[in-house]
């Protein structure tokens, strides 16, 4: 096995694409020695000697010391130096470098070589004894600190001490002979601390550098980083040691990072900073201020400290033309760390930067127009769930955040406003122009009106699934959810939060983004959807396969989703639609009646509203597809809960209270999520579905009267397990065509469909699909029932399922591939089985998450349904897939 891979001098043993086994900076050092760029030459050890060094008991391969030796001498070949050599003296770096970029882990030890003998070489060599003594004792610092593990601070106090003892305020004020005094106090220190002296030996030093970075792997901060970003513990990471070249030679020196563009808003031009006559991690350390590289920069910063444009323009231009040259190479975005020693550049580092949501559009969407990439490439670079910052208003990065308390992510987008404790005081305040925040323990559908009006809603119970969190995301406004460590007191109609109290009136903010709830207002910055947003959702387009529909009721909605770029509705909860001023009040009278005749009664009500609704929605997504599911929710859910409300529904409905005391307890479930609900209902009482059935189509004569053009509707049967079901309720509503086409003398085509959201049905769904003729899949009902948890209760304990690793994922928010995904899968199998071309969609929540979208296109469904403002990143999302 080879172990060690040299570069250095125009030629190397790796290059780019080895990242698995000499990690990304190894890797990126060899690519870019190979590319002939100015790289101090090294050697990098491979990761396999890492998982060796575990495997092993923390011991090195045997051939590993001759291996290093020969590398040590590649690298004294090519720089005319030796290591531990005093006349012709060289020292190295060593860093880490996992396939990863990880935070987490050992860092970098610079200036590995110097002890007492060499440091005088140094100063010789380099004919600045202060420079020389500094770099000893920084070497001593840091070797200390990363490699025998003494604290920063024991240094700081001797250095403190010394300082002030000598009037001395910065560290550059010392001389020579004062920092050599220092290292004496050091070294002494050090012996007391760890009963040994500070290693002379640079081979000594070495290979303590090389084990640190071994054992770094296994810390607990890395463990913990490589946790939650799920990077596996058998990459391991590389070691690279390299020639060391100075920054901090003198006023012709210095060192920086950059970017090629602009990391925060994505703008094409050299984006970077510098400190002269510095080293490496005092750009990072922040003590100085660093100056920019260009002059452009420069004069946009209103800085007066010289660009490096200015101050060292052959370097800089070498600089400039090196950057070009990676940014090509690697087609992205390039995050580069360099050293000027003398006025001769050289390259440390380059990968591909970090940038923010905004930047990645927009650095995408340029990169394809220059024709660097292609606009697939271009779709597949940019994060769709990042998309959400850029539908919605987000808190500026700038602002100061006071954060009283975390709950979950629930809807994106970020909301200040009062706090109100009731729906109908929002509604009231938000009717005096006044901004609120709808703060509750959680919501139900009779919050509807108060949702509505809040600019966010926060409750304080309740999953990513919960009421509140869905018919957030629907609205598109931004909500936290579950919020647990708050506390809402309705007694004394106050918030608790952090040990303070907020009233009614106080101003919050949420960002539903994090889950963050922060104290007062907070500046924003507005999104924007023209330009390079709209030029990614083009390319997005062209090549997805799957189409995009909305789950959307209300008009407001459906044209919101279809600015969104919604292809038709997939899923019109039409219970959403009976919540609302007269509508309710019907709907409790159907729910009272005793007789068939009395529910009649009630629906014949309601029948025109629904009309008249659909009808909007079949104009609104003219020529679309539109999904209608008959009422699925029990009926309760219509019906007052406390003494107070049943009072005053009794009064306006002018019943007696009693009576609908009665029917509430009589409606009673201790699951409704398993009760009364669904198709269930409609085979109790088939008149709500013929109800609706004769909207829907009466709706869709007159909207192809009005258009001229024919409407298919699809009527969906939600919660089926058999067919039996389906087909009792399929006969009351092709029942229905025929009345209606007779009475209107206009031919109908349409669609009945069911949703597969219980175990039965996916395992049955071939004979379902004997008289389905499309399936929906409602992956929160069947997730619910395959787990056997509640969507409304489950967040309790998945948080600390995820905690402790017993799941990764809340099976609500991405779909659970394994088992619930299983079920889908089966299910689309037998459904295609049975009906070649059944239509095939989803519209569970996962219908717009990245994730399960990915598998929605491996199981090859015609289409993917979710809330409007995540019609966008579905879009996106269906395009990676297909990419
Ligand atoms: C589902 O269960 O996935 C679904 C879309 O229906 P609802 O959320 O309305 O139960
Ligand atoms: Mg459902």
Sequence with gaps: TKWVYTFGDGAAEGRASDKPLLGGKGANLAEMCSLGLPVPPGFTITSEVCNWFYANDNSYPPSLTVDVDAALGHISRLTGRGFGDPDKLLLVSVRSGARASMPGMMDTVLNLGLNDETVEALAADSGDERFAYDSYRRFIQM??????????????????DRKARLGRELDTELTAAEWQEIIALYKARIEEELGNPFPQDPKEQLWGAIGAVFSSWMNQRAITYRRLHDIPESWGTAVNVQAMVFGNMGETSATGVAFTRNPSTGEHA????????????????????????????RIAAGSD??????????????????????????RDMQDLEFTIERGKLWMLQTRSGKRTAKAALKIAVDMAREGLISTKEAVARVDPASLDQLLHPTIDPKAERNVIGVGLPASPGAATGEIVFSSDEAEELSGLGRKVIL???????????????????????????????????????????????????????????????????????????????????????????SGDFAAIMEWADAARRMKVRTNAETPADARMARSFGAEGIGL??????????????????????????????????????????????FEIMAGLPVTIRLLDPP??????????????VAQVMDVPADRLR????????????????????????????????????????????????????????????????????????????RNVMEETNVHIDYLVGTMIELPRAAVRAHVIAETAEFFSFGTNDLTQTTFGISRDDASSFLETYRKKGVIDQDPFVSIDVDGVGELVRLAADKGRAQRPGIKLGICGEHGGDPASIHFC??????????????????????????I
């Design 143 to 160: 070797y200390s600190n990363v490699v025998l593990g003494l604290d920063h601070e024991v240094f700081e106090e001797i250095l403190e």
């Design 857 to 882: 296109e491996d199981v090859g469904l015609d289409y993917v349904s979710c809330s409007p403002f995540r019609v966008p990143i579905a879009r996106l999302a269906a395009a990676q897939a297909a």
């Design 305 to 330: 400290k010289p660009s490096l444009e200015k101050l060292m323009p052959e370097a800089f231009d070498a600089f400039v033309t090196i950057s070009g040259r990676l940014e090509k190479h690697y």
């Design 270 to 297: 050299l984006y970077g900073e510098f400190l002269v006559n510095a080293q490496g991690e005092d750009v990072v350390a922040g003590i100085r201020t660093p100056q920019n590289i260009t002059e452009a920069a």
């Design 439 to 529: 703060v509750r323990v959680e919501t139900s559908p009779e919050d509807i009106h108060g949702m509505h009006a809040a600019e966010g809603i926060l409750t304080t119970r309740g999953g990513m699934t919960s009421h509140a969190a869905v018919v957030a995301r629907g609205m598109g406004k931004p909500c936290v959810s579950g919020a647990g460590s708050l506390r809402v007191d309705h007694r004394n109609g106050t918030l608790l939060a952090m040990g303070q109290t907020f009233k009614k009136g106080d101003i919050i903010t949420i960002d539903g983004s994090n889950g963050q709830v922060l104290k007062g207002a907070v500046a924003m910055l507005q999104p924007e959807l």
């Design 662 to 737: 009665q029917r509430t307890d009589a409606l009673h479930e201790f699951n409704p999520m398993l009760g009364h609900r669904g198709c269930r209902l409609a085979v109790s009482y088939p008149e709500i579905a013929e109800m609706q059935a004769r909207a829907i189509f009466e709706a869709a004569v007159e909207a192809g009267r009005k258009a001229g053009e024919l409407v298919v509707p699809e009527i969906m049967v939600p919660l089926v397990s058999l067919k039996s079901e389906l087909d009792y309720v399929k006969a009351r509503i092709d029942q229905i065509a």
């Design 572 to 617: 019109c909860r039409t219970e959403h639609m009976f919540f609302d001023g007269d509508r309710i009040t019907a709907m409790r009278e159907m729910i009272l009646a005793d007789t068939e005749k009395g529910r009649r009664g009630a629906l014949d009500k309601l029948l025109p509203m629904q009309r008249s609704d659909f009808l909007e929605l």
């Design 635 to 648: 009926l309760h859910e219509f019906l007052p809960k406390t003494e107070k409300e049943i009072a005053e």
